[in-house]
């Protein structure tokens, strides 16, 4: 897993077929969090206007992942509407999570 680092280009994202990838940001804006086998990472950045990473990845443990680069995407999104509908839904939940600010009770 190269060059996934916070604000470098994103020009894929990852499958994760076994292990464990900790994402996190340099700044402590984005909350850790662990991603394990099923997972999709970076599809954030290919979408993103400036086209850069918004955390980092790291492999906490022996990893293997599955890459696919923004053409295959961009074709995916274009011939499964399915596939395009997953990728909007996620994306937006997870930027829903990380600008989610914890309610106080009073």
Known sequence: MNNWGQLTLADKMLYVHSGMIRITDIDGVVQTKMF????????IGLFAPDRKRTATAIAEEDTDVYSV???KIVELYYQNPECAFHL?????RRLIEASAVPLTQS
């Open 36 to 43: 394990g086998r099923g997972s999709v990472i970076g599809e």
């Open 69 to 71: 680069d923004e053409d």
């Open 88 to 92: 909007v839904k996620l994306i937006t």
